[in-house]
């Protein structure tokens, strides 16, 4: 019996570091880039014991909304060439806030925006992929209630799920302050960048990630980058000088902030 039940675990633990990677598909523009969102989740993944590995295709863009991804095209083809296991859409922030304005639900960013989620997400679901919206930030507070509600507006569309990545990094603004949250008073630092790789770690594998220590060996992309929106940003990295290290005290309050907001 002994002899059957190290069998037992010796298999599982073979499955277990055969799984194969969750692929993700991410689109948007500098709220993703800066920090290097996408590189984060996947450090953030790497450290985890679970062995859940995930990989990245990232198509990003300057003040990029997505009616303009849809529109050039490169982010359609990689999602119809490849399988995804999921697909990540940020859209220009605080745009999702005008499906609670009555004048602005029938502006022309507005109507763009709707069509793109929905033809995004449809695509997505064809192909077999979970579609998640990335919800922004307003940079201050006083508003964010607006963009919560829009973001979840614009998600009963397209049937999505919502990382509600905002409401977390307001909860962390308040706690260790704007400027360290928002260094340029509306992108996030590396501790918000952080915080939302593990929301979307935990919305995607369905486990709330645990404090480890997180290696960041890629450069963290300044706000100010320009990368090209026809390449995936993964074909763009830069491999940090000294890498950073996030030891397991440092990431257990970002992580239990996280794990409050879904």
């Known amino acids: 019996m002994r002899a059957f039940a190290l069998l037992l675990l010796m298999l599982a633990c073979g499955y277990a570091q055969a799984r194969e990677p ?8 500098s709220l993703t880039y800066t ?15 679970s062995g859940i590995a995930i990989e990245t295709t990232s198509f990003v863009e300057p003040g990029g909304s997505l009616a303009r991804r849809w529109l050039d095209g490169a982010a359609v083809r990689a999602l119809e060439s490849a399988h995804w296991d999921a697909v990540v859409l ?5 745009v999702e806030a005008c ?7 029938s502006g022309d960013e507005c109507r763009a925006s709707i069509v793109a989620h ?3 997400a449809k695509l997505a679901r064809e192909r077999g992929a979970r579609v998640l919206l990335l919800e922004t930030w307003y940079p201050t507070e006083a508003a964010q209630a607006r963009l919560h509600e829009g973001t979840l507006r614009f998600a009963r569309q397209p049937v999505a799920s919502v990382v509600h990545a905002g409401d977390a990094l307001q909860a962390l603004a308040r706690r260790d302050g704007r400027a360290s949250t928002f260094p340029d008073g509306l992108h996030p630092g590396p501790a918000a960048s952080l915080v939302m790789a593990a929301q979307l770690y935990r919305t995607l594998t369905g486990e709330a990630p645990v404090p480890a220590t997180v290696r960041i060996d890629f450069a963290l992309m300044p706000a100010a980058s320009d990368p090209d929106p026809q390449r995936p940003l993964e074909a763009q990295h830069v491999p940090a000088r000294q890498p950073l290290v996030f030891a397991p005290e440092a990431v257990r309050p970002l992580f239990e902030l996280a794990a409050r907001y879904r």
Request: aromatic share 2%; glycine share 8%; no cysteine.
């Open 22 to 29: 969750l692929r993700v598909l991410m689109i948007g523009n």
């Open 35 to 49: 920090n290097d969102l996408p590189a984060m989740l996947t450090a953030v993944a790497a450290s985890q014991p």
């Open 90 to 94: 940020q859209e220009r922030g605080g």
């Open 99 to 105: 499906l609670v304005d009555d004048v602005q639900r």
């Open 118 to 120: 929905r033809a995004f």
